[in-house]
């Protein structure tokens, strides 16, 4: 009766070490991606019925090497080095095989971070088609608050592609800076519940720079575009969620999204789901918007995502084109520029959803990298993951 | 603010983007908030998830009876229906099982079969239920002491106070459960479980407590001898929980998992408000469907369908009853974290604030959960109404 409990057996801490101003550092965030709702309030979308399919072993797979910066290394190898918690590939939509760390049993969901920025774009492609939301309009059309504010002379399109003037940076050091509140409205931080996530938002001020010209990775977009889907339909994001995506999709467990002080959902970064459900998502992608045979969402919207749309000298004037050097980011997601057509959805500390259209195989893999961000082993993953969708 | 009855336009708590009604931090418990918080517990508290396993869901068969128009007695006496009862005392959801079979189920206010529902100290007895199969296992002795478990807890008022005594609410340790008092102890619970910010205005020398566990270490008098008296005070339950996740070494959720959620064949994995250290809220924090409460009342009736030791829910039926026990059950008792509703049925009962109950007739083979949101924590005439009423289905099913 005295010694390590369950939890420290299987974690190597204590679940009492595990606290709202620690949760995402090594080595908690193994357990705290997996269980974001014991910090944070969210909301759970449902599934209809049927279950998860038994997983399926990657098997002579984790042998294979791939040629990394530093020289061939197997997957196996590699799937360790970058804290891979869970894993999932499919191709041409059936399930190839399935990894998961010791800590991640088969079925558990995992927050996706930003890959919530990709998924929530889906509601808004899906509001377009159905003439809900104007890609074109001006913010204000459907959030007149957001007169004064940096999104008082965007457009909806700027929000998409991340191309606002926002004038906001990450301080992580300053409490009372603009990024400290935000992260304190969203309720992932300590000392929230003040302030709402939407308030917040209304108070950030624009640069000089004319919206639409550089790509500026900014998260408060996309917690906006929560908001602009929620005013174009008038119904929340969670009744979204289930009606017009999680239940048309065929997804075989729930899913959740942190919410704040009114319920607003984190659409910035706070949905969690199985990888296999992240996988049915990118798989929908790459049927053009079709899931078990019925449309989720219109093929042109889809097209302009992850092939047309985009602006490449957007990309080339931001921070990121290292990664992809012939890239593009439209709608939330990421064009590689590869040959391949292949597109992404990315997530701090290791999220990532890969489609490569060419070879018809899509990956989820999940992880609790100790940094947010790596730049490093981001470009790393890219070449593991286009090798492993050759592999397959 | 006042409440609305299900008759009552429903006011749009949380509804639209922004919501223009949100229910205040301190007051989510109150009229009429606690009419949309009590099925939305996961959006405004951290949970941790009690799984219900990937088994088959157990389906529970049909053996419908409109009841709506059952004639019942009203709070104030006067004659009613069953519906009209329901909706006097603000009912959120409530099902009839007659020989395990649904005999009538209805549901209100926004709630449908997957909504999880706060259970208040229904939690209880899950908890307790729980506890009987680590003693069945031979993990917990009932006679020894509590700090043969938790020896910390020997400069606590639990020290020399047995597992039973805990079981039951004798132990004379002191804790105020004055419900409307911020500073009692039960007010202090609400701070130490994350379910309530520190009030503001409070006297900022207070020592609040920043989880359970811290609580009930603070906990160091005694009012009377240990198995004197029973007296109903909810930490006992945590301490209760404390003591079957030392022995197990698992967390309360994930025994509630394993030991009755995956057994019961639930429809939705059920959740625990968890505090800031992340342990679970035994005494009150459960939330499940209701058809899941029906399936655990059931579970009880069939004297735990062996999953729970049929030797502890024989056990749990007696008690030592009246005279004058409490005012809605006069020959009442209270044994291993369930209610005796009286000395001649030896019917069980879980019970919470607000209006949860589960009612389980072995005379009648009947189970009832009513899961509901009064207005005020405690309305012996709503619960003695509702009690009445139990009595006129079992008479109109029988």
Redesign the interface.
């Known amino acids: 009766?005295t010694?390590?409990?369950?939890?420290e057996?299987s974690y190597g801490f204590a679940?009492?070490d595990?606290?709202?101003d620690n949760w995402r550092l090594k080595p908690f965030n193994q357990w705290s991606f997996q269980?974001v709702?014991?910090?944070?309030?969210?909301?759970?979308i449902?599934t209809g019925p049927g279950?998860?399919e038994p997983a399926k072993a990657l098997g002579g797979l984790l042998d294979e090497k791939v040629g990394l910066a530093n020289g061939p290394e197997t997957v196996g190898a590699f799937l360790q080095r970058s804290d891979t918690d869970g894993l999932t590939i499919l191709k041409a939509g059936k399930p190839v095989g399935e990894w998961s760390a010791p800590h991640m049993p088969f079925?558990a969901r995992h927050i996706i971070f930003s890959i919530s920025k990709s998924v929530t774009a889906v509601l808004a492609g899906i509001l377009e088609g159905e003439g809900l939301l104007d890609p074109n309009a001006p913010v204000t059309k459907y959030i007149p608050e957001a007169r004064g504010s940096a999104y008082g002379d965007a457009s909806v399109r700027h929000v998409l592609d991340m191309t606002v003037s926002l004038d906001f940076e990450e301080a992580y050091l300053d409490p009372l800076s603009a990024f400290a509140r935000y992260r304190r409205s969203t309720l992932w931080n300590p000392g929230g519940?003040s302030e709402?996530l939407?308030a917040f938002l209304m108070t950030i001020q624009r640069l000089a720079e004319p919206h639409g010209q550089t790509y500026r990775y900014r998260s408060p977009n996309s917690d906006l575009l929560g908001?602009l889907v929620?005013?174009a339909s008038?119904k929340?994001v969670s009744e979204l969620l289930g009606e017009k995506l999680w239940l048309p999709l065929g997804a075989a467990s729930?899913m959740?999204v942190t919410?704040d002080?009114?319920?607003?959902a984190r659409t910035a970064g706070g949905m969690s789901m199985t990888p296999r459900d992240l996988a049915r998502i990118g798989e929908m992608m790459r049927r053009g918007g079709i899931a078990n045979g019925r449309r989720v969402v219109p093929e042109a919207w889809v097209r302009d995502t992850v092939a047309t749309g985009g602006s490449h000298e957007a990309w080339q004037r931001g921070t990121m084109a290292f990664l992809f050097p012939k890239g593009r980011y439209r709608n939330k997601w990421y064009q590689t520029g590869h040959d391949s057509g292949a597109f992404c959805g990315i997530g701090i500390h290791g999220q990532w959803l890969y489609v490569n259209p060419k070879t018809e195989v899509v990956i989820a893999k999940m992880s609790s990298q100790p940094e947010p961000v790596d730049d490093k082993l981001d470009q790393d993953i890219v070449t593991f993951l286009d090798a492993l969708s050759r592999i397959v | 603010m006042t409440s609305y009855r299900n008759s009552d336009p429903r006011p749009p708590i949380?509804q639209g983007?922004?919501?223009k009604l949100?229910p205040p931090?301190l007051d989510w418990d109150r009229p009429p908030w606690n009419r949309w918080a009590f099925q939305?517990i996961?959006?405004?508290?951290?949970?941790?998830?009690v799984w219900r396993g990937?088994g088959h869901r157990h389906r529970l068969q049909r053996a419908e009876v409109d009841l709506d128009d059952l004639p019942v007695v009203g709070s104030n006496g006067a004659p009613t229906t069953l519906a009209g009862l329901l909706d006097e005392t603000y009912c959120d959801g409530f099902l009839v099982l007659k020989d395990g079979k649904i005999a009538y189920e209805r549901y209100f206010n926004g709630m449908d079969e997957?909504t999880l529902h706060l259970s208040q100290s229904m939690a209880k007895s899950v908890t307790g239920s729980v506890c009987g199969i680590l003693v069945g296992r031979g993990l917990i002795d009932p006679a020894k002491l509590v700090t043969d478990?938790l020896p910390e807890l020997g400069e606590t008022g639990w020290a020399g106070a047995s597992v039973q005594q805990v079981l039951d609410m004798t132990t004379g340790v002191r804790f105020s459960e004055e419900y409307t008092d911020r500073y009692s102890e039960i007010g202090q619970v609400d701070v130490a479980t994350g379910w309530k910010?520190i009030p503001p205005g409070s006297d900022p020398e207070f020592p609040w407590p920043s989880?359970l566990f811290e609580l009930i270490l603070r906990l160091k008098d005694k009012v009377r001898p240990h198995g004197e008296a029973f007296e109903y005070r909810s930490i006992e339950t945590d301490v209760l929980a404390f003591i079957m996740?030392?022995?197990?070494?698992?967390?309360l959720a994930?025994l509630v998992s394993e030991e009755l959620w995956q057994k019961l064949g639930a429809d939705?994995?059920a959740c625990f408000t968890?505090d800031?250290?992340?342990?679970a809220l035994a005494d009150g924090g459960f939330n499940a469907t209701l058809r899941d409460y029906g399936r655990f009342g059931q579970l009880i009736l069939d004297n735990g369908g062996g999953v729970i030791p049929a030797e502890w829910v024989g056990a749990t039926r007696t008690g030592k009853h009246g005279p004058d026990f409490s005012p809605s059950l006069p020959d009442g008792s209270y044994r291993n974290q369930f209610w005796i509703e009286d000395s001649r049925s030896r019917s069980l009962m879980c019970r919470g604030v607000f209006g949860q109950m589960t009612h389980m007739s072995w005379e009648h083979r009947m189970v009832v959960v009513k899961l509901s949101t009064y207005p005020d924590f405690l309305n012996s005439a709503y619960s003695v109404a509702t009690q009445k009423a139990v009595h006129a289905i079992a008479a109109a099913l029988a």
């Open positions: 009766m010694g390590k409990t369950a939890f057996t679940r009492k595990v606290r709202l269980n709702g014991e910090l944070v309030p969210s909301v759970h449902a279950g998860e079925g519940g709402s939407s908001i929620e005013r008038g929340r729930e959740s919410v002080m009114e319920g607003t | 949380m983007s922004p919501p949100v931090k939305h996961r959006e405004f508290l951290p949970t941790v998830e990937s997957r478990y910010p989880h996740e030392r022995v197990s070494g698992k967390r994930q939705e994995s968890v800031s250290a992340g342990y």
